[in-house]
C-alpha cells in the first residue's frame, strides 16, 4: 500500500552526515530532495527532528547539569534543526511550516493540531520542533504524539541501517534482519527501536512504524510507494 499522510521522524545524529556535530550542508539538501520527490507525488509530510547533533539532554544532565535545563536546552536545539530543515526544503520550492511546543513566535508558529492538518492537507511539509514541549519526553515520543494527533497513518524512522537486526548489525556481520515483527516481538527480544514511551503509545494506537534507511537516496519514495524496503513494526 501506498500512504497518503506520514510522519518523519530523523535523529539529530543523521544531519551530521560525515561531520563530528552540526549540521552537514549536503545531508540536508539530499534529505530535502527526497521529501520533495514524496510532496510531488502527493504525500501528506510531517516530520519530527532530534537535536543530538547540536546538544542532548541526558548527555548534560550526566555532567552535573540539571535535567530539566539539559532537556529544555535539546528542545531549542530541535528548533534549530526544524529551521535548516525548513530552509533547504523552500530552497527546493517545497511550501513549509515550522510549528513548536514551545512559544518562539519570532521564528515559527506554536502548535496547534487543527492548524497543522490545514497545512498537511495543502500540501505544505509540516516540521514540529521542541518535542512535547516537556522535559523527560524524548523526540520520539513527540513523533508519536503529533502522528497520532494529526491522523498520520505510518511513522517511518529514518536512520543510517536498513532495518530492525536481532543485534547490531554495524558490530555483529551475522545480525539477523527482520522484514515484519509485532510490537510484542520488539519488547520480548529487548530490541532497541523507540524509547519505551514512544513505543507503548504508538502500540496502544495500532500505529505502525517502519524502520529504514534514509540515508540511501530514493528510499523515502520507495517506503510511501508501499515497497517492502527497511522492516515494518505492527500489532
Do not use: C, W
Not at 61 to 76: C, E, F, H, P
Not at 87 to 103: G, N
Not at 118 to 127: A, C, M, N, Q
Request: neutral net charge; glycine residues 8%.
Amino acid at each position: 500500500m501506498s500512504y497518503k499522510r506520514i510522519l518523519l521522524k530523523l535523529s539529530g545524529e543523521a544531519l551530521m552526515g560525515e561531520r563530528n556535530y552540526g549540521i552537514d550542508p549536503k545531508r540536508l539538501a539530499e534529505y530535502a530532495e527526497d521529501i520533495k520527490e514524496i510532496v510531488n507525488k502527493g504525500t501528506e509530510v510531517a516530520v519530527v527532528i532530534g537535536g543530538g547533533n547540536i546538544f542532548r539532554g541526558v548527555a548534560g544532565a550526566s555532567n552535573g547539569m540539571d535535567r530539566v535545563q539539559a532537556d529544555y536546552m535539546g528542545m531549542l536545539a530541535t528548533v534549530i534543526n526544524g529551521l535548516a530543515l525548513q530552509s533547504a526544503l523552500e530552497d527546493t520550492d517545497v511550501p513549509t511550516r515550522l510549528q513548536t511546543a514551545i512559544k518562539i513566535e519570532a521564528i515559527a508558529e506554536p502548535y496547534i493540531k487543527r492548524k497543522a492538518v490545514r497545512h498537511l492537507e495543502k500540501g505544505r511539509v509540516v516540521i514540529f520542533g521542541s518535542g512535547t514541549g516537556n522535559p523527560f519526553f524524548t523526540t520520539d515520543s513527540a513523533a508519536v504524539l503529533r502522528a497520532i494527533e494529526v491522523n498520520a497513518e505510518v511513522i517511518l524512522k529514518g536512520t543510517r541501517v536498513d532495518g530492525v537486526y536481532d543485534s547490531d548489525p554495524e558490530k555483529n556481520k551475522d545480525a539477523i534482519k527482520f522484514d515484519t515483527i509485532t510490537f510484542d516481538d520488539v519488547i520480548t527480544k529487548k530490541l532497541k527501536i523507540m524509547d519505551s514511551t514512544a513505543f507503548t503509545l504508538s502500540q496502544e494506537n495500532k500505529l505502525p512504524i517502519i524502520v529504514f534507511d534514509m540515508n540511501t537516496r530514493g528510499n523515502l519514495l520507495k517506503v510511501v510507494s508501499g515497497e517492502k524496503i527497511g522492516t515494518i513494526v505492527v500489532n
